[in-house]
């Protein structure tokens, strides 16, 4: 079974409370990956933190790498995730997340409240149609995923801009990944797992500082419905990030880590 490996700067640091990796009683920041997008996305905010002297990590792979059965569940995700932290010797965590991982922050909360210390989630599915990915990856059908046509959909679904956020590296290493049918049959799994997640009972169970940061112009998962619905939640926190799409820690990048630097500080405040 492929499971999440993850990237952290915790290094030797001790002499905190039990569970606690940073050595001074600060919850550690977890970036988790998107849907086919790995890692990557959270450079800016990571080496942000990272240099803060937060204790930081990160997941590598893409969702649709991990194995069938991980993808297709938001639960199994999830543990998935705190797997990948228990490994580091983290305990308390933020969860940051974007698109199909917003669900999985969500559902973390809720299902462990004595770990996750507070939740960022952007871009997350559920209120609407399949998130519109912008491309068809029926293999009988002429778009593939790869090539130029695959680049121009990928960057026109995800970025308000127009402009390529990819480096060509990034997009072949995503091109090489949806041409392996475990990879598609991950992703169906995954986008299956978002129909059935019922939102609403999931944001009652949530107790923890939650921050919803959400381009304006996402196509993949518009704004609108989440709106609407946390409207009914109003002591969560809610930005809509101007001029972005579906990726407004990459898009928008100075903005979204602005953001969540004094949403992490509170976080911490309120349990010391």
């Not at 619905?229 to 799409?245: F, Q, T």
Request: glycine fraction near 10%; proline fraction near 6%; charge should be negative.
């Amino acid at each position: 079974m492929i499971d999440f490996t993850a990237e952290h700067n915790l290094g030797d640091r001790t002499g905190g409370p039990a569970g606690d990796a940073s050595g001074d009683g600060r919850p550690a920041v977890a970036f988790m990956s998107a849907l086919f997008a790995g890692g990557w996305i959270w450079e800016h905010p990571y080496r942000r933190l990272e240099a803060a002297g937060w204790p930081v990590l990160r997941t590598h792979e893409a969702i649709c790498a991990l194995d069938r059965q991980v993808a297709g569940s938001i639960e199994q995700l999830g543990d998935a995730l705190l797997r990948a932290c228990d490994a580091a010797g983290v305990e308390d965590v933020i969860v940051c997340a974007n698109s199909l991982g917003g669900l999985v922050a969500i559902d973390l909360a809720g299902r462990h409240p004595d770990r996750v210390r507070g939740i960022v989630v952007s871009g997350a599915p559920g209120l609407t149609a399949d998130p519109d990915v912008g491309l068809s990856f029926d293999r009988r059908g002429s778009v593939r995923p790869f090539g130029e046509e695959f680049g121009e959909r990928m960057v026109a679904a995800l970025f308000h801009s127009g402009r390529s956020f990819f480096s060509d590296e990034r997009m072949s290493e995503v091109g090489e990944m949806l041409r392996r049918p475990e990879s598609m049959v991950s992703m169906a799994r995954s986008i299956k797992a978002t129909r059935r997640y019922a939102v609403r009972p999931a944001l009652d169970k949530v107790r923890c500082p939650s921050l919803y940061v959400w381009g304006r112009h996402d196509r993949m998962t518009p704004v609108d419905p989440w709106l609407e619905l946390l409207a009914d939640y109003p002591a969560n926190e809610v930005l809509v990030v101007e001029g972005s799409g579906h990726i407004p820690m990459v898009e928008r990048a100075e903005e979204y880590t602005g953001v969540l630097e004094s949403f992490v500080t509170r976080c911490a405040g309120a349990l010391a």
